[in-house]
């Protein structure tokens, strides 16, 4: 059964740094471009990063760029988000999901979710002071 798994989710004041990660079980994580989503309560979902098969590729929205790192372990089958100096308008639940296709297809820019197959069930990340 494929399934992505996030963790590291939180609470964190203005200015702090969170990591969450993306798990993959019943696939090999490595041959798939990951991207991550994330929904602000009342808001759509938007997607913010991704990064291909190999991690030679990776992309960021223009509201986390400067401030996140996308990267990944295929080793260790887990795809992470380093979110440093974080806002009050990071808040919101954030998604890890599988593009379509195979190795090194997907991530071509900032994700959109049509565009990707299997999705996790979210980490809340909460930023506020």
């Known amino acids: 059964q494929v399934q992505l798994v996030e963790s590291g989710g939180g609470l964190k004041e203005p200015g702090g740094s969170l990591r969450v990660s993306c798990a993959a079980a019943?696939?090999?994580?490595?041959?798939?471009?990951i991207g991550w989503f994330r929904q602000a309560p009342g808001k759509e979902r938007e997607g913010i990063s991704c990064?291909?098969?190999?991690?030679?590729?990776?992309y960021y929205a223009d509201s986390v760029k400067g401030r996140f790192t996308v990267s990944r372990d295929n080793a260790k089958n887990t795809v992470y988000l380093q979110m440093n100096n974080l806002k009050p308008e990071d808040t919101g639940e954030y998604f890890c999901?599988?593009?379509?296709?195979?190795?090194?297809?997907?991530?071509?820019?900032?994700?959109?979710?049509?565009?990707?197959?299997?999705w996790g069930q979210g980490t809340q990340v909460t930023v506020s002071s």
């Open positions: 999901a599988a593009a379509r296709g195979g190795p090194e297809q997907g991530c071509y820019a900032v994700p959109i979710d049509l565009f990707y197959e299997y």
């Open positions: 019943g696939f090999d994580l490595g041959y798939k471009s």
């Open positions: 990064i291909s098969s190999s991690g030679d590729r990776t």
